[in-house]
């Protein structure tokens, strides 16, 4: 079956870089996503990564995918006060179905 | 990005009654759109997924008699929780999208509370 996990929680200092995993169990996904979810808000795409790729990196985001053990990461470098919010990766085996991770709530502390 | 509009953003009903949630892509035409569930602290479920005018097709669990999805146009999908009851209580959050493997852009969420 599809079943995407993430740790659930994160606390990291202002400035530091943040590391949010993600393991996932089906093998055929063709797209790897990261969402971003504020408060009371819907979610919002902020990078994907193609199942033939290892990285991608797009300014302070990098994804990092590990086909071989299903695990997916997302550094955030330089972490700011506004990057607090939930993330939640997702993939997708090349159909209209999204499977969602559980989420992992990034808080940022000055 | 394009932008996904849902209507209302939060709700307080009496049970037994019905709520209707609008989603709206205002700038694009979405030829599908998705309708997810959240609960506190939880992921996304998928309910259903609508192509316009076609029947929506339902996620295993999601009955398709209590949550009624309309996609009657290219901008416009409904949600309607019929009878609603407390346990129906949840954040909905829509997506929206135009043609296959493209970006889905979400809905800010319709938060739903049945008293």
């Known amino acids: 079956g599809e079943d995407v996990e993430q740790s659930l929680f994160l606390s990291v200092r202002e400035g530091d870089s943040s590391v949010i995993n993600c393991t996932y169990t089906?093998?055929?996904?063709?797209?790897l996503y990261w969402y971003k979810q504020e408060p009371g808000a819907g979610l919002q795409l902020l990078t994907y990564?193609?199942?033939?790729?290892d990285m991608k990196q797009d300014q302070r985001l990098t994804v990092l995918l590990n086909k071989k053990d299903k695990h997916l990461s997302l550094r955030i470098a330089d972490t700011q006060t506004g990057d607090s919010a939930i993330y939640f990766c997702?993939?997708?085996?090349?159909?209209?179905?999204?499977?969602f991770g559980t989420g992992t709530r990034l808080q940022v502390f000055p | 990005g394009a932008v996904v509009s849902q209507h209302p953003s939060w709700v307080i009903c009496k049970s037994g009654t019905s709520v209707k949630i609008e989603c709206r892509s205002l700038?694009?035409?979405?030829?599908?759109m998705f309708w997810y569930r959240q609960f506190p602290k939880q992921s996304l479920m998928l309910m259903a997924t609508?192509?316009?005018?076609?029947?929506?097709?339902?996620e295993q669990g999601v009955e398709k008699d209590k949550f009624l999805i309309n996609h009657a146009s290219l901008t416009l999908s409904t949600l309607t929780v019929t009878s609603a009851h407390p346990e129906d209580s949840s954040f909905y959050i829509c997506?929206?999208?135009?043609?296959?493997?493209?970006?889905?852009?979400f809905g800010q969420g319709t938060r739903l509370t049945v008293v």
């Open positions: 700038d694009f035409q979405a030829t599908t």
């Open positions: 990564i193609f199942s033939n790729m």
């Open positions: 997506s929206a999208r135009n043609g296959v493997n493209t970006e889905a852009f």
């Open positions: 997702a993939e997708s085996m090349g159909t209209d179905k999204l499977i």
């Open positions: 089906d093998s055929s996904s063709t797209y």
């Open positions: 609508s192509n316009e005018g076609s029947k929506a097709t339902y």
